[in-house]
């Protein structure tokens, strides 16, 4: 059974860090990408980072990029988002997916369907 585990959110204030994990497993977590996306209620879910476990390359949305880092542990099934210099704006619930390569914006090129895991929120306050 294919499984992505968000975890890692919570209350930070403005300025802050936080690290989300997505611990993967029932798929062959090397070969895929995983990516990261966030939304807010009413609007659309969107790509924030992407890493590609075959080439190790990443891709960010334009609004994270300096701020956000997304890395992997394949020996954890696992990968990370390292969330520094929180905004206001950063607040959403998060999550993770698994896919087929990333585009340039973040997002994955495709999420394979039944490779997403449930959210972890993230609220930062001023």
């Known amino acids: 059974e294919v499984q992505l585990q968000a975890s890692g959110g919570g209350l930070v204030q403005v300025g802050g860090s936080l690290r989300l994990s997505c611990a993967a497993s029932?798929?062959?977590?090397?070969?895929?990408?995983i990516g990261w996306y966030r939304q807010v209620p009413g609007e659309e879910r969107e790509g924030v980072a992407c890493?590609?476990?075959?080439?190790?390359?990443?891709t960010y949305a334009d609004s994270v990029k300096g701020r956000f880092a997304i890395s992997s542990d394949n020996a954890k099934n696992t990968v990370y988002l390292q969330m520094n210099s929180l905004k206001d704006e950063d607040t959403a619930e998060y999550y993770c997916?698994?896919?087929?390569?990333?585009?340039?914006?973040?997002?994955?090129?495709?999420?394979?369907?039944?490779?997403w895991g449930q959210g972890t929120q993230v609220t930062v306050s001023s």
């Open positions: 997916a698994g896919g087929a390569g990333c585009q340039g914006n973040g997002a994955l090129v495709v999420v394979i369907p039944g490779y």
């Open positions: 029932g798929f062959a977590f090397d070969r895929f990408a």
């Open positions: 890493l590609s476990n075959t080439d190790g390359s990443t």
